[in-house]
């Protein structure tokens, strides 16, 4: 239980009261300390949000670097859809092809010839003992078994169960019951159906024991229908001979084109420019800019407060810190050396109808970046990935800021260090403040009792004196 103090009593002096400011005045540093770690910790956050903006920006002009292609999107037209399509990447050159598809691609299809009344039919009620029904699909390396065991008491749902369950059956193959009668007199059928084009990874053959030996010289199982699985066979003009490939989509043909085979016949794909596409590109990179450009500004806002008498100064979040001017200053620098060797009328940004605004943010001018795509591709071309391989991917310089261990980590680390450094001033401060109002609450308690036996002693030599006087 805490002691009853009586502050004062003897010297009037409130000694809690004066001990209570007294450790308020020393605490001060830690107000002033907890202030800073609150700011540290906005700062902190703040650069957490601008490295995830870049993250953003990064992105966005990722897709104009030389290694992703020509710094222009490309679009591709086909003259014949039904044949097949097109996806065309910036990488793929300016031309036309024509792919004649003489055959496409397509899975096996195989079933049993028996015929089955319902689900509950046995699959091979001739069976004698256990026979291994196995399939095979694929050829080659790319060949997987599949083997399942049925007695003259399997029936066929369970049949296509233990088909579909097998471990080897994940994303080759699959089994189904198929009513190819009615529904008043159904007709099942089992039918198999291989899960990846082409002839290495969809052909589908059987391993069935003989009539004879498996089924008491039964039929069952012994007749099927097989549809194999085929590779798509197409020409490309200029490149001699039939070119044959397991699957429909075709990317490795024509460099920066990913063709999709439809159907047999000819179609010619042209490639050119995408001024529109480009155009987007680059408006959502100033976007982006600017909006980092107005979070910087507004968080480096420096504020005049003013009470009374009192003037203080409040800093924004990013007010005390360089990392975020620095970054700005690096992109109007990429901005502004970003060049064309080759280019006529255009060999810079400005040419691109790009400017830079006296708030820092930029002004885009699609109508004067679409005609100086049109009037001079290769120059817009080299400028664009130019500025982009500056910037952007790991040899851009938003990469420093934003690695591992990179500019805005090492800023937040050592504000990280700095918080724990006043973190541990404070605690200091709050046990020394708490061992000194102890020493201090013992010294007024001496104090008291000094003053209150002088006062004793004042009395009692009072009244000698006054019994003296008398």
Known sequence: MAGIKFSGIASGIDSAALIDSIIEARN????????DIEDLQAENTALEDLGAQLLELNDLIDTFRSANGTGLS???????????????GSSAANSSYTVTVGQTASTGTASFDDSYSDLTALVAPNAVGTQAVEIQVGTGADQVSISVDVTNATTMAEFVDSVNQHANASGR????AINVGTDSSPSYKVVFNSLQQGADKGSIAFVIPDAATGFGGNSDLQSRTVSQATNAEFTVSGITGTITRASNTVDDIISGVTLQLADVGTSTITVSDDSDKTTENMAKIVEKFNEIV?????????????????????FGSLAKTQTDDNFLASFRTAMTAASSASGVSVTGMSELGISTNRDGTLTFNEDVFKSAISGDPTGASEVLTSFADSVAGVEGFIYEYTKYQGLLEL????????????????????????????????KFATLEGTIGRMQSQQSALTSILAGLNN
């Open 411 to 442: 800023s937040t680390s050592a504000n990280n260090s700095e918080i724990d450094s006043l973190n541990e001033m404070i605690a200091n401060l709050d046990r020394n403040n708490e061992s000194y109002r102890i020493t201090l609450e013992s």
């Open 173 to 176: 193959l699959s089994a189904s």
């Open 28 to 35: 001060a540093a830690n107000v002033r300390r907890q202030a």
């Open 74 to 88: 490309k679009k591709g037209a086909v003259s014949n859809s039904s044949v097949l399509t097109a996806a065309v």
């Open 294 to 314: 107005a979070f910087v500004a507004e968080n480096n806002l420096v504020k005049r407060v003013e009470s009374g008498d009192s003037v203080a100064n409040v």
